[in-house]
Antibody
Framework: EVQLVESGGGLVQPGGSLRLSCAAS????????MSWVRQAPGKGLEWVAN????????NYVDSVKGRFTISRDDAKNSVYLQMNSLRVEDTAVYYC??????WGQGTTVTVSS | QSVLTQPPSASGTPGQRVTISCSGS????????VNWYQHLPGTAPKLLID???QRPSGVPDRFSASKSGTSASLAISGLQSEDEADYYC???????????FGGGTKLTVL
């Protein structure tokens, strides 16, 4: 069974940092692009970033460029999202996805003073 | 303002057929296949139909999709109460070098 489990969310002050993790199982992790999407309170889904199978290509939505970094560790079947200089508008549930096909249950990030 | 435009709401009675539209441009829908998702906030988004117009295992054939030019649509036939959810279209956008989602359509089963 394909499973994606996100962790690392929490409450952080504006300007702070968080590192989200996503543990994958049940499929050949190294063969897939991996993505993060988010949903802010009362808003729709927003794609945040993705990373190619070998890590050679990474893409980001404009609003997080220069602040967020996506990475992966195929030995641990995991993908990460390092979030720096967090803003109130980054408050959202963050979902990890495999090839935009299968998604985890999400982890909540709250940026507030 | 989403790059892909969906109606904010749709509704139907049990057994009816409803369609949800998704309008884009040449840099996204006009050039790439469209995924459709079903989502209940706080739960994992669920892929209904992928870019090759395939339904993942477990998705009933009541769900179908089509695309023409820079627009796409999702059709749900034989509407059931369990179909009440938010629905999103998504595709790659060349101008933004990233994936884009529609604003989402909240489907109500009356």
């Amino acid at each position: 069974e394909v499973q994606l489990v996100e962790s690392g969310g929490g409450l952080v002050q504006p300007g702070g940092s968080l590192r989200l993790s996503c543990a994958a199982s049940g499929f050949s992790f190294s063969s897939y692009w991996m993505s993060w999407v988010r949903q802010a309170p009362g808003k729709g889904l927003e794609w945040v970033a993705n990373i190619k199978q070998d890590g050679s290509e990474k893409n980001y939505v404009d609003s997080v460029k220069g602040r967020f970094t996506i990475s992966r560790d195929d030995a641990k079947n995991s993908v990460y999202l390092q979030m720096n200089s967090l803003r109130v508008e980054d408050t959202a549930v963050y979902y990890c996805g495999a090839s935009m096909d299968v998604w985890g249950q999400g982890t909540t990030v709250t940026v507030s003073s | 303002q989403s790059v892909l435009t969906q109606p904010p709401s749709a509704s139907g009675t049990p057994g009816q057929r409803v369609t949800i539209s998704c309008s884009g441009s040449s840099s996204n829908i006009g050039s790439y296949a469209v995924n459709w998702y079903q989502h209940l906030p706080g739960t994992a988004p669920k892929l209904l139909i992928d870019g090759q117009n395939q339904r993942p295992s477990g998705v009933p054939d009541r769900f179908s999709a089509s695309k023409s030019g820079t627009s796409a649509s999702l059709a749900i036939s034989g509407l059931q109460s369990e179909d009440e959810a938010d629905y999103y279209c998504a595709t790659w956008d060349d101008n933004l070098s990233g994936w884009v989602f529609g604003g989402g359509t909240k489907l109500t089963v009356l």
